[in-house]
């Protein structure tokens, strides 16, 4: 397994925000990670990107454990996050550039890889063009491409066709599915839009209130929950209740401290 989650917990004051979760990626798949608002993905990917300090548990990325090792970790994976992180006063090109110094890529090699990147991602043109001017669609692109540069091993994507679209989110995952083939690229994605996890993910595995609750492939989870679609068996395993905080358990425990505070 090219990802490997043992037992991992998170806890902020008492609240067990990730609670035991355990699973595996193999090298090469898509693989998806479901679950309402607040079940603890983003905490969980937080952790694996090495952004937060588990409780307790095991984290591991193509080979390096990520709490002993963060530094290799790091250089395994690249991320887009489901917020914009680009520089919008900068130039497409200046955006990665910026990048390729951070992960110290030989100067020999860094305008080649990118001048490569930009093609792949149909932003050979406008490489010189502001971030700023750029459409939704073409940020995350921009993004995709940033965060392949120091050609990692794993691509973590949050949420990363949120409010884009649908033929934005079409030409999106044909980029992504297009690198998954072509360079083995594993990728662990988010998303609430259940359709791209029925078309595009090998597996699956969701969250909820912190634990897995089913794992395997969209077929296999159809069959426990016999349902016809991936979107009803997440239905049924997750619960049919509103979810519409839309913020990590962590949050709400910071935002009901600082309520606390106030009074």
């Known amino acids: 397994m090219i ?14 925000a990730v609670d035991g979760v355990s699973f595996g990626v193999a090298p090469g798949s898509i693989f998806a990670f479901l679950g ?11 952790m694996l990107v090495t952004l937060l300090k588990p409780t307790s548990g095991q984290l591991e990325i193509n080979g390096f454990d990520v709490l002993a090792a963060p530094a290799q970790a790091r250089r395994s994976f690249g991320v887009v996050f489901q917020d914009y992180s680009l520089d919008d ?28 990147l930009l093609e792949l991602v149909n932003l050979t043109e406008r490489q010189k063009s502001l971030v700023k001017d750029f459409s939704g669609g073409m940020k995350r692109r921009l993004e995709i491409a940033r965060g392949l540069l120091h050609e990692p091993k794993v691509l973590f994507l949050d949420e990363p066709t949120l409010g884009l679209d649908p033929q934005t989110r079409n030409h999106i995952w044909a980029y992504i599915k ?22 595009y993910a090998d597996q699956i595995a969701i969250i909820d209130r912190g634990q897995i609750v089913a794992r395997g492939t969209p077929q296999d989870l159809q ?20 979810r519409d905080e839309n913020i990590s358990a962590a949050e709400r425990l910071r935002l009901l401290n600082q309520r606390k505070w106030k009074k």
């Open 3 to 16: 990802i490997k989650v043992d037992n991992l917990t998170k806890q902020f004051d008492g609240l067990k």
């Open 36 to 46: 309402p608002n607040g079940a603890g993905k983003s905490t969980t990917i937080k």
């Open 89 to 116: 006063e900068l130039t497409a090109y200046e955006n990665m550039y910026f990048h390729a110094l951070i992960y110290a890529l030989p100067k020999a090699e860094r305008r080649a890889k990118i001048a490569k």
């Open 178 to 199: 297009n690198l998954n083939q072509q360079r083995q690229l594993t990728v662990f994605f988010t998303t609430h839009y259940m359709d791209e996890a029925q078309r």
């Open 223 to 242: 069959r426990q929950t016999d349902s016809d679609s991936l979107e009803q068996a997440f239905l049924k395993l997750t619960g049919y209740d509103l």
